[in-house]
């Protein structure tokens, strides 16, 4: 009997049309704990890094992480896992919602597609009943349409369907995969999943998951909701509670966004941002968005309410959550949210990534202000900032005219257009758009997380150590008191001789040690969550959060019978963390690509950089070019990865 794993992976071949029932290996989670890092092992083992994203030997996984369809509270996680068409390097999203636990529940831990199917189809997924239907109908329709109209074709209401829109079909690169009331949307999935042949996958499942020692699980459990209840009750100062945190926070149900429109930088925010949130911009805004936010929502056994239900009039309704208000919004630097709400709906339906698809339209509009572009790319655009927005997001999607060259992203179009285009494509790393900041002085910890971080995605990264230091010494200690979470009592100290503005007498601080120590913890907190299938929003994202290093053992050990502690769950992270590393070396990553964008920081210190990842690079157990070492290799018990490099000449031994 499998514990809290249903034990048993879909195959599905789309180029034979064959569907098989697989056991998985159990060994394999006792190692990698699940989720990501099991995905990350078959992506090892079963995609040579010369095979294209767009390839029939390309490999598109939907994981279920270890804890998923338990009562853990928030644990709803699906990880999708393939080769991103934007970065050519391994591309990982996470999606909340419902569709991971009633994959679980239908008695399968991942989904599993390799080749191309010949003509548009959906998978549908009734506990031991799997079939391949035809979805030609279905071509061209939005993506929360489509899922809504599998289900009336299935006759099945509760079937949970992860859906793609006309940008998937196109294989826009930054196209999403959108399910209810989330969506996996960075790094190109969706476009990988519409070059599959794949509309849509409907699970209904209602089997039951094992827990190896239910009592000892549920209490643990009912823990976590207690201490969510009590930090409600009693806020810790300058901190807020835990079911504010998400969102940044609670998007859906804050309106004051003096902040981030003051430094989002996308389009002519860039230099006129500081014009955006005048008084009349927030009474505005809080008045568009009460009428038009139906209730707030949460994802499945989740407390954290940080996404909505909108319904504006002639508009279908649809869940919007956390930034994706403001992005369209700054990027055409239109300070009526009606139209951010609005063109967000039309972005849904599509299927694009909110992050990178603004950035790209912006970019479009700063190379025809320049010149590089013409009157002639975009003929027939209208001449305002809401219809040119409009006009352009349905070209990218149609991947018409101009759009068919956008639609691979400001990396890849700046290399197609050129005459100096290349200069506006600045805010990638890893030729992946980046959350576009414009800070003051460069912060060593950012640094390092938006160098290094694989996911592309900084709220992915970052939480558990506070961005910037609390002002005085007694608000530092009443911090500390409690400060359970920490994995070392060397973060406290940290966190107390931390200076308010550090530079003044070193610019360097935080030093490089400390730097490292906090990024590494942070990285540790959420490689734990991707492979249990956690929301970040209750673990590895906030401060002082219910789950962390110290009582993941409990709840890993019963719900699944094999007795690990933190030494072992800080084990399994490194080795999911070690082989995503070596999966992109092998792809072609190194050192050059792990630098954030210019201009990123108004003030910057390239030697420190330099130093910064040298040491991170080395706390890692890595070489100076960032690739594991055979030494850290064979300590994970990874021999197979370190003859892999040696053999394609990527690592040598001296």
Not at 234 to 251: D, F, N, R, T, W
Not at 317 to 343: E, S
Not at 380 to 408: H, M, Q, S
Not at 623 to 640: A, F, S, V, W
């Amino acid at each position: 009997m499998a514990f809290a794993e249903a034990g048993f992976n879909l195959e599905i071949d789309l180029t034979r049309g064959s569907i098989e029932r697989v056991a998985t290996d159990p060994g394999l989670s006792k190692l990698y704990l699940g989720g990501l890092g099991t995905n990350t092992k078959i992506l090892w083992d079963r995609v040579p890094p010369e095979v294209e994203p767009f390839s029939p030997e390309n490999l598109l996984i939907f994981g279920t992480g270890l804890l998923v369809g338990t009562p853990a509270p928030g644990c709803n996680r699906t990880i999708v896992s393939t080769i991103s068409p934007q970065t050519k390097l391994m591309a990982y999203s996470m999606m909340g919602g419902f569709w991971a636990p009633e994959l679980k529940y239908a008695g399968y831990d991942k989904v599993i597609f390799r080749g191309k199917s010949p003509t548009l189809v959906y998978l549908w997924i009734n506990n031991d009943k799997v079939e391949i239907r035809d979805a030609s109908h279905l071509a061209g329709k939005g993506a929360v349409e489509t899922q809504e109209l599998i289900r009336q074709e299935l006759k099945e209401p509760y079937a949970q369907v992860a859906a793609i829109g006309l940008a998937g079909e196109n294989r826009v690169f930054t196209a999403s995969i959108e399910q209810g009331r989330s969506s996996a949307s960075r790094l190109g999935i969706g476009a990988v999943m519409g070059d599959k042949g794949i509309k849509a996958i409907a699970v209904r499942g209602t089997k039951d998951i094992n827990i190896a020692r239910p009592a000892e699980y549920m209490q643990l459990c009912s823990d976590v909701l207690k201490y969510i209840s009590d930090r409600e009750e009693k806020p810790v100062p300058g901190v807020m509670p835990i079911l504010a945190g998400l969102g940044s926070p609670q998007e859906m149900l804050h309106t004051d966004e003096k902040w981030h429109t003051e430094n989002f930088s996308w389009g002519n925010s860039r230099t006129r941002r500081k014009e955006f949130w005048t008084k009349e911009v927030e009474e505005k805004w809080k008045e568009t968005q009460e009428n038009a936010r139906t209730r707030l929502i949460s994802c499945y056994n989740c407390p954290m309410k940080c996404g909505a239900i909108i319904s504006l009039p002639g508009m279908s309704t649809y869940m919007m959550k956390c930034f994706t208000k403001l992005t369209y919004n700054m990027a055409a630097f239109v300070d009526d949210l009606d139209f951010g709400f609005r063109i967000a709906q039309r972005a849904t339906e599509y299927g694009v990534d909110g992050f990178s698809t603004p950035q790209i339209m912006a970019f479009a509009f700063e190379l025809l202000e320049a010149g590089i572009l013409t009157d002639k790319d975009f003929e027939g655009c209208p001449t305002d900032n809401e219809g040119k927005f409009y006009w352009l997001l349905d070209k990218i999607v149609r991947r018409e005219g101009i759009g068919d060259v956008l639609a691979d992203g400001t990396h890849w179009a700046a290399q197609k257009i050129g005459k100096g285009a290349e200069a506006y494509a600045h805010n990638n790393i890893k030729k992946h758009e980046q959350l576009p900041l414009k800070l003051g002085m460069l912060n060593p910890v950012y640094f390092l997380m938006y160098c290094t971080g694989e996911k592309a995605n900084i709220t992915q990264i970052e939480g558990q150590f506070p961005q910037a230091p609390f002002p005085t010494m007694e608000e530092r200690e009443d911090f500390v008191k409690d400060w359970v979470h920490v994995p070392d009592e060397k973060f406290k100290q940290y966190l107390l001789d931390w200076e308010v503005r550090g530079e003044k007498s070193n610019p360097y601080y935080p030093t490089v040690d400390m730097s490292v120590d906090i990024v590494d913890w942070q990285e540790k907190m959420h490689y734990i969550d991707d492979a249990l299938g956690m929301c970040a929003g209750l673990s590895s994202f906030p401060l002082k959060p219910p789950y962390h290093i110290h009582n993941y053992p409990a709840f890993i050990s019963s719900a699944t019978g094999f007795d690990i502690d933190e030494a072992g769950v800080s084990l399994a992270a490194k080795r999911s963390r070690t082989l995503v590393r070596a999966f992109n070396i092998r792809r072609g990553l190194s050192r050059a690509d792990e630098k954030p964008p210019e201009d990123h920081w108004r003030k910057r210190f390239p030697e420190l950089e330099e130093q910064l990842l040298d040491a991170y690079y080395k706390f890692k157990g890595w070489n100076n070019q960032g690739i594991p070492t055979k030494e850290t290799l064979h300590e994970l018990g990874m021999d197979y990865v370190s003859e892999d490099l040696e053999k394609r000449g990527i690592l040598s031994y001296e």
